[in-house]
């Protein structure tokens, strides 16, 4: 009795990995254009343009995108510091007016493999730009209250912070 429980633990346990595999598998990446470039329309991680998705350092976001997906250069990201006025601010991201299914979730970030801070409020997502042997280049923005407006721009961030990744058609 005891061994034929081991075996169905065992034959469960093969069962789920296989299903969750192929589900993985399964599951491609969807796109947008945006000025020329096919953007994901979820972030790694997630199954819904609206979530989340996964944190990853710089080393993770260079290898996280699927086949046939890269991860953006700067000046990709830079696009949408450069919308401004036609970005708006939904719930708890970006959404571009021009290109109504396209959103950017204010995922925050990780610091470390159990702190998330900021989210709902930032985003903060990874280009492949380096800077140097520390740091990369990153698209981060937030929503001023006061001042009514998205603040968004291309900075640099240490590389073992856990940002948000959004890959884009190779």
Do not use: H
Not at 12 to 39: K, R, S, T
Not at 51 to 59: I, Q
Not at 102 to 121: H, M, R, V
């Amino acid at each position: 009795m005891k061994n034929e429980m081991k075996n169905f633990k065992l034959t469960l346990l093969v069962a789920v990995l296989f299903g969750f595999l192929q589900n993985a598998n399964a599951q491609e990446l969807q796109g947008v254009e945006i000025n020329g470039v096919i953007w994901a329309t979820c972030n790694i991680g997630a199954r819904t343009p609206e979530e989340f998705g996964g944190y990853f350092t710089w080393e993770e976001a260079k290898i996280a995108c699927p086949k046939g997906w890269r991860l953006p250069i700067s000046d990709e990201l830079r696009y949408f510091s450069s919308i401004r006025s036609s970005i708006i601010w939904t719930n708890i991201g970006l959404s571009d007016t021009n290109y109504n299914t396209f959103y950017l979730p204010a995922a925050g970030y990780g610091c470390g493999k159990t702190t998330i801070n900021y989210a709902g409020s930032r985003g903060y997502y990874w280009s492949y730009n380096e800077r140097n042997s520390v740091e990369s280049e990153m698209l981060f923005f937030y929503y001023k209250d006061y001042g009514n407006e998205i603040v968004s721009y291309c900075s640099f961030a240490y590389r073992s912070y856990g940002y948000s990744v959004r890959c884009v058609k190779e």
